[in-house]
């Protein structure tokens, strides 16, 4: 009886021991197969940041030296269309992106589902109504042709700067998306042709005037002595920001990255080469 007793006791302890055993295997096993995950996402020493071809290349330069100071390794990758870089961060084949404001990305995300968040502001360029046949707004004869972006969110920025101008009304509650067919007034009969965004600037020399992106208004030979009015500066929601995954918001490349080019030895390179068309918006 002891000896069965005994067996029976061995027996039990064992088989705890075992399903202990196993248990934390299965917790370390669990452990190891989760943690280093997000460990390896938050702690980038290499990451490649989205930027559009143009003068934005001479400000990244710097702020990839600055970077290299941190410790952050930074490269960058040139796009010529807007409609990519937000595709390829969400496809994972660049970490970070740097070319749009909030209501271009909000547009995006409505379209295409992206996880994508702003991180760090830049800049801000002030849309602008640019002509070489009026010398201000007021020249704008009956019927004139005036050039505007087509994609949703700079068309709509566009039209208010055409509104605050007193050329056209939008109808009331009209959002800023706002398109042509939102238009409610057009005293002067206005023809509004919708164009691509790197395309009105170009064709100012075909237009009575054009309202254009001040990054494009630089690439397509217009200076500050072309422009006869400009949107707003103060409370713009149109700065844009260096954009990241959602998930990678608060890992510390991020604050890294932010950093690089949030500081007065960027800020000097963006003058130099915004001319004071751009200004810093951070």
């Given at each position: 009886m002891k000896k069965t007793l005994a067996a029976l006791i061995e027996k039990t302890t064992f088989t705890r021991r075992a399903?202990?055993?196993l248990a934390?295997?299965?917790a370390v096993a669990?452990?190891?197969s989760a943690g280093p995950t997000p460990v390896l996402a938050q702690d980038k020493t290499s990451v490649k940041v989205g930027i559009m071809s143009g003068e934005d290349e001479d400000v990244w330069r710097v702020v990839v030296a600055e970077a290299g100071k941190k410790g952050l390794s930074v490269e960058t990758v040139v796009f010529n269309d807007y409609t990519q870089p937000n595709e390829a961060l969400e496809r994972g084949e660049i970490d970070a992106n740097a070319f749009q404001h909030l209501p271009y990305l909000e547009n995006q995300i409505k379209q295409h589902g992206y996880k994508i968040t702003p991180a760090g502001y830049t800049g801000v360029w002030p849309i602008g109504v640019y002509s070489r046949k009026a010398s201000k707004i007021s020249d704008l004869a009956e019927g004139a042709v005036v050039g505007v972006p087509n994609d949703p969110s700079n068309e709509g920025r566009a039209l208010r700067v055409l509104q605050?101008?007193?050329?056209i009304k939008l109808k009331e509650g009209t959002g800023i998306l706002a398109t042509i067919t939102d238009i409610e007034?057009?005293?002067k009969n206005l023809e509004i042709k919708e164009l691509d965004a790197g395309i009105v600037g170009r064709s100012i020399?075909?237009?009575d005037a054009a309202v254009v992106n001040t990054d494009w208004a630089l690439k397509s030979g217009l200076t500050p002595e072309n422009r006869i009015a400009q949107e707003p500066v103060d409370g713009?929601?149109?700065r844009n920001f260096i954009a990241v995954k959602e998930d990678q918001k608060d890992a510390p490349w991020v604050k890294t990255l932010v950093s690089s080019y949030q500081n007065e030895t960027v800020k000097?390179?963006?003058d130099r080469v915004y001319k004071g068309t751009g200004i810093s918006a951070y």
């Open positions: 399903g202990l055993a934390a295997s299965a669990a452990f190891v605050n101008e007193g050329l007034e057009n005293p020399d075909d237009l713009n929601p149109y000097a390179e963006f």
